[in-house]
């Protein structure tokens, strides 16, 4: 059978049959391998936002630049950066990935985003995780200085989900933490889609 396996796999349009033929009435029951019903893998897709995720500014007149590249705060690992957070009387978990895609949690309803670069996930009645994507890498992310006259206010990047939904993340620096580490919060902000949060980076 892995013989058959493989080698019907190797060809596309092409059926292989099994010996073994099964009669039941008028019916007949045939087996067959083919390698159009093998699975393709579908690659993760490439990131084109509209910032390319590098920042690189100055304030003159603090004489002081912010380099940001969100890629390299990337995990990489599918799942992201993930933190438990508060919002309101609520509670759920944060997942981010800075310019790259978060699939959607084990077990989770995500509403039909099967990967966003944010998801904020609570528990719904089922005992599940119910997730909410607030930025798809179709759309472009946008960054700027959080306040144009303070650079020590770090950067502000916009993500944009679906329905309207959409992430304003803030980087902040905390300089005791390792290059390309993210400190996630342990609160967040949610007011009607839009979804505010601080992270912390070398």
């Known amino acids: ?6 080698k019907a796999c190797q060809y596309k349009d092409h059926f292989l049959f099994e010996n073994d033929i099964e009669k039941n009435g008028d019916q007949l029951l045939l087996k067959l391998r083919a390698k159009n019903s093998c699975p393709d893998f579908i ?3 490439t ?6 995720c590098f920042f690189n500014k100055t304030n003159s007149d603090q004489r002081s630049t912010i380099i940001l590249n969100l890629t390299e705060h990337d995990k990489g690992d599918m799942h992201g950066w993930s933190s438990s957070v508060t ?13 790259d895609n978060a699939i959607c949690p084990v077990d989770a309803y995500c509403e039909g985003d099967e990967d966003a670069t944010v998801f904020l996930c609570e528990t719904g009645s089922d005992g599940k ?3 909410i994507g607030y930025g798809l890498l179709d759309n472009p992310i946008r960054m700027y200085f959080n306040n144009n006259y303070d650079i020590t206010e770090g950067v ?3 993500y944009t989900g679906d329905f309207k939904r959409y ?3 803030r980087w902040a620096c905390d300089d005791s933490l390792q290059a390309n580490e993210i ?10 889609r839009e979804l505010y949060f601080t992270v912390y980076s070398k």
């Open 87 to 99: 919002w309101g009387t609520k509670k759920g978990t944060l997942y981010y990935e800075p310019c």
């Open 43 to 45: 690659p993760d897709p």
């Open 47 to 52: 990131p084109q936002p509209e910032s390319n």
């Open 156 to 158: 502000k990047v916009e």
């Open 1 to 6: 059978q892995d013989r058959i396996q493989l």
């Open 183 to 192: 400190k996630m919060p342990s609160t967040v902000n949610l007011a009607g």
């Open 167 to 169: 992430a304003t993340v």
């Open 129 to 131: 995780p119910d997730c």
